[in-house]
């Protein structure tokens, strides 16, 4: 028998109800006799429900989207150890599938190689062909061409596409082992009134809180980054359809309204099949349309624009900046002219610009999470829950975002998150989302998609 259980819906509205009347009687220490009689209660009522519940193999647990583990997977007493099998039998078989393609591989380079060599003897034997020598020519260069094509795509397989489907079913694992004992942590948190004693716990003052000192010392910055972007080439022309840009502009006014921002949000859709916004220091936030076409629903873009504008909000960009180095500077070539790195950077805002908006705390796929930007990914991604949540958003959508992503074959579609040696920090990444959402208070409805949304995402297509 699996050590993983699904409660059923009848036990998750009892859960639901019961965190709505604990938010409402025992949240800021007062304690009634009606909220104490309550948690006794509720135990008594889990535990017999856990224990008539059905158990859930653990292959179907790994193929369900991170947001539905949040609500589904348990994990019975004194089980942990049966994981480790599990982790390795997952490890063994991405390995197996790593090693088979890239024997795929070097088969095919062998024959590309032995298909020039014929070549070469070809050219060797003769200063003109005959018929049968240009028949053997072309079918020749059709074979080489179609096993160079072979190569590229079984170097993106291995590197890739396999890597990460597995690491994807690895963090899945890590979230089984580790959600319930956090869960739990944060049901009794919550109920020992200590939910708002957590880092940006204080929602219920989003917006008239103070999260960073002195943001509007950063619009001149952001500002100059833009131009200086914009006459190198770095930046995406505006995408030239008034109704996308309309909408977007609404739904990040809508966003930003219920954050904790405090400088004006200028919003761009680009004209980029990209999927990573470019965030600037000061407000300035650049969608490319690539962006809204991979999400699914209006939620999960709001979950990767409400995270965007919590950068904006916490000064990343001009944070970080403190931090780093010229030298751990990265741009996507196709996106930089030659003019660039011949001239130099001619001031900081387009090194802000360069380095904290195409390639670094200004993306969506961040491209590595070391150092302080780790700190300052799992602040965005627990003050964008917040916001989303406060904007009347399914608070899950970043999470459902990811999900979309995982299942995407395109390379260019994996976030770099999901390399091998990261699965332990998505998992966590994964973990802090989920205890965020926790925490908040949940609310009888939740925007997940409009009509508006998918009209725009048609007009894309």
């Known amino acids: 028998m699996s050590p993983f259980v699904t409660f059923s819906p009848q036990v998750r509205q009892l859960q639901i109800a019961s965190r709505r009347f604990v938010h409402a009687e025992c949240i800021g220490g007062h304690v009634t006799p009606k909220c104490s009689v309550l948690v006794v209660t509720l ?25 539905a583990m949040q609500e589904a997977a348990r994990l019975a007493a004194n089980s942990r150890a049966q994981l480790r099998p599990v982790r390795s039998a997952i490890e063994r078989e991405r390995d197996e599938k790593i090693n088979q393609c890239r024997d795929a591989r070097k088969h095919s380079q062998r024959a590309q190689s032995t298909a020039r ?7 060797g034997s003769a200063s003109r ?32 596409l396999i890597p990460a489907a597995f690491e994807v079913k690895l963090a899945k694992l890590h979230l089984i082992e580790h959600w319930p004992k956090r869960r739990d942590e944060i049901a009794r948190r919550i109920e020992d009134g200590r939910a708002r004693k957590r880092k940006h716990g204080d929602i219920d003052d989003i917006g008239y809180r103070r999260i960073v ?31 996308i840009q309309h909408y977007v502009r609404e739904l990040a006014g809508k966003i930003a309204e219920s954050s904790d921002l405090k400088v004006p949000l200028h919003v761009t859709v680009i004209d980029s099949p ?15 349309f690539g ?5 699914e629903t209006e939620a999960q873009l709001a979950g990767v624009m409400s995270r965007e504008i919590a950068r ?47 390639q670094g705390l200004g993306t969506l796929v961040d491209r590595a999470l070391v150092e302080s930007a780790e700190k300052y990914q799992k602040e965005a991604d627990q003050l964008g829950v917040q916001y989303a949540w406060k904007a009347g958003f399914d608070p899950s959508g970043f999470i459902a975002f990811l999900d979309s992503l995982a299942k995407d074959e395109p390379v260019s579609r994996v976030p770099i998150v999901f390399r091998q040696g990261q699965v332990e920090k998505l998992g966590k990444r994964l973990l802090n989302e989920f205890a965020e959402i926790e925490y908040l208070p949940h609310k009888e409805s939740y925007r997940t998609d409009s009509v508006e949304f998918q009209k725009i995402k048609e007009a894309l297509q």
């Open 43 to 67: 135990s008594l009522h889990f535990t017999a429900a856990a224990q008539q519940a059905d158990w859930v193999p653990i292959e179907v647990q790994l193929e369900q989207p991170y947001v």
């Open 117 to 123: 060599k014929e070549l070469k003897e070809i050219n």
């Open 129 to 160: 062909d005959t018929d049968s020598m240009a028949a053997r020519r072309e079918t020749l260069h059709v074979q080489i061409a179609d096993l160079e094509h072979a190569i590229r795509n079984s170097a993106i397989e291995c590197d890739h």
């Open 213 to 243: 000192k002195q943001p509007e010392e950063d619009i001149a910055v952001g500002q100059q980054a833009a131009q200086q972007m914009t006459s190198s080439g770095l930046m995406p022309s505006p995408l030239q359809d008034l109704d």
């Open 274 to 288: 990209n999927i990573a916004p470019i965030t600037l220091p000061g407000g300035f936030l650049y969608i490319p």
């Open 291 to 295: 962006l809204i076409r991979a999400a």
């Open 312 to 358: 904006i909000a916490s000064r990343h960009g001009t944070r970080a900046s403190k931090r780093s180095f010229m030298s751990k500077l990265f741009v996507p070539a196709a996106q930089v002219t030659t003019g660039l790195f011949t001239g130099g950077f001619s001031n900081a805002g387009t090194y802000y610009g360069v380095n904290y908006g195409l």
